[in-house]
């Protein structure tokens, strides 16, 4: 059975246009996965499937959903019930005063049409399952990025639409949490239908199913994930594909004989009085690449935050080229880069 079909859809603005056409019919059962750089236009044609562009913007062709023609504030009633989109950023989807156990009972009450005493036992099991069962009572600025996209994950799919549209759904989280992400969206394409948008070809490779790679708003290759992951025909696939961090070459181990640029003593992190960590002690010298590795939550975040001055230690010392830190960090002590994937 069709669940949405889709026909030239492009996007201008006045007379230029942002999106080329576009054609796809999604099954159900099927997955799809659009894969492409930042800024290519996936998510632009995610806000024109599901109706919600700007103003200033306009699309042209047709969208079908259960095979009927259904335009942009058709499309817009359907939300939630019919048509579900997980956005990129979950502080866009998350009221920012309402604790996250609420927001998803909520949900459950109002779009899935549960009782309340229902609603208020889905939530909380849900919260459970996605390891948030101690934290329904914070509001999503409280919560890390990762915890946070779980809780928009957890929202997206309470009202039961048979067509999800996930935009990087896996962003921010640990690779646990990932593969959690991703076993969920497979089970929501088992009910109905599935569109993942990503740059993550590790996460494409784990969805499988059809893909269509775009390239500055334009369609360049589009088949089988499998086939085009393993034999990608278009250069700019190959060299997306060639990106990915899997395909890397082995660096070349070197001694590091520069002074330590930043130190750590009995360094303890933390929110709001709550310690994170153990007592850290900690050195970085120049040209030095340090990955830090954990569960969302667990506080690499803070870390970062509390070497750049950015929040207060717990406890313990902090020393850039050898004296105390004072304040914020300057481009003159060292640049922090986060990496988040």
Sequence with gaps: MSLMSIRELSVYVDNTQLLAPISFELNQGERLTILGQTGSGKSLLAQAIMGNLPASLHTRGELQLFGKP??????????????????????????????????????????????????????????????????GHKRVDQLSGGMAQRVAIACAMAGGAPVLLADEPTKGLDVSRRDQVVAQLLSQSEQGGLITITHDVSVARQIGGRMMVIKAGELVEAGDAEQILSAPQHPFTQALIAADPVNWPSPIPRELQSEPLLTTSG?????????????????????EVVGVVGDSGCGKSTLGDTLLGLTPALSGKIERHHRPAQGFATVADFMLLYVYT
């Design 70 to 135: 259904v335009t942009e504030s058709e499309r817009q009633q359907l939300w939630g019930r019919r048509l579900s989109m997980l956005p990129q950023e979950p502080w866009n989807a998350l009221d920012p005063l309402m604790p996250v156990a609420k927001q998803l009972r909520e949900t459950y009450q109002l779009v899935a049409g549960d009782a309340p005493h229902q609603a208020q036992e889905r939530a909380s099991y849900t919260l459970s399952l996605q390891g948030l069962a101690q934290s």
């Design 267 to 287: 360094l303890v992190i933390g929110r709001d009085n709550h310690a994170l960590t153990k007592p850290l002690n900690l050195s970085f010298a120049r040209g």
